[in-house]
């Protein structure tokens, strides 16, 4: 082999390896950038392959799990999929109904494992998510909370269009310190301009505030429900594991296949409606 062909092999090299680690980074940012929608389906043998089907300790069990459970295995609850597969089933279709009628799905989960799953997850069916603390009054003070989004929007927009370039230097800096602040408390719901229609829960025990305000304001909850939790007030619980990123990823995945199924149907609702609008009507003959 020629100096050149050797230096040209070691290029070619180089630039794969980069790509892979692009790749890599890619697919670490969006956790569902290679993910197959279109061939998901809900069945059991998915599940099992992604650990489902694992739950918590025998000695950490709720009671209120106990239909859930199939068993136990070397001290470990072991979930009932056909229990999962029942439950996901129902709860997959009402997300796509609702969303299919315009309204909106909050994606939840603030766990530290979870939190970059939801929002790769509500960025790809452009959904609002909250993966960090939750904000008391997001839903029982949604107008306050509205008020500060917009205020965030309002301002991004300002900082785009150079509107603050009229101020001093340290005035710049202390509005980027707040606009910077206020995105990383709500920049997931500064686009939810009205109540969710449902919201997604991934753990029940961290995410407890969120559930409260929702059952007060007499919103939908569907959630992942693990051995440990209790699901009482919970309208679609899914039997599932929410600590594997394996499980977590599928799960997620089937709500968010659901989310875009719901908006394509009302996307093609929405074509045939105007269609119909367009198309003149003929004139009834008259004898």
């Known amino acids: 082999m020629t100096e050149e062909k050797k230096v040209a092999s070691v290029e070619e090299g180089v630039a794969e ?63 009932d999929l056909q229990k999962t597969v029942a439950h996901l089933e129902e709860a997959t279709q009402f997300i796509e109904k609702i969303v299919s009628e315009g309204q909106d799905i909050l994606f939840v989960g603030t766990k530290k494992q979870v939190k970059r799953l939801i929002e790769s997850a509500a960025k790809k069916c452009n959904s609002s998510y909250v ?82 305000e929702a059952i007060k304001k007499n919103i939908p909850i569907i959630a992942l429900v693990d051995t440990n939790v209790n699901p009482s007030n919970i309208d679609y619980p899914i039997p599932a594991n929410e600590d594997a990123i394996s499980s977590l990823r599928l799960m997620i995945g089937y709500v968010v296949k659901a989310v875009l199924a719901g908006k394509e149907k009302a996307k093609t609702s929405q074509t045939a409606k105007m269609a119909a609008v367009a198309t003149p009507t003929k004139p009834v003959a008259t004898k």
Do not use: C
């Not at 790749?23 to 940012?29: G, L, M, N, T, V």
């Not at 059991?44 to 650990?51: F, Q, S, V, W």
């Not at 340290?170 to 602040?181: N, T």
């Open 17 to 79: 390896a980069a790509t892979e680690k692009i790749a890599a980074k890619r697919i670490d940012e969006d956790y569902f950038v290679d993910f197959d929608f279109a061939g998901l389906k809900i069945d059991m043998n998915t599940m099992l392959k992604a650990g489902v089907h694992f739950g918590h300790q025998k000695s950490r069990k709720n009671p209120k799990m106990d239909e859930y459970i199939f068993g136990t295995r070397n001290g470990v609850n072991i979930m």
């Open 131 to 212: 993966i960090d603390r939750w904000l008391g009054g997001t839903f029982t003070n949604f107008q306050n909370i509205s008020g500060r989004t917009r205020f965030l929007r309002d301002g991004e927009e300002k900082m785009k269009r150079g509107e603050y370039d009229k101020y001093t230097k340290f005035e710049q800096m202390k509005i980027a310190e707040e606009l910077e602040r206020l995105e990383r408390r709500m920049g997931g719901i500064k686009h939810m301009m009205r109540m969710p229609g449902a919201i997604f829960v991934t753990g029940v025990n961290e995410d407890d505030l969120a559930i409260k």
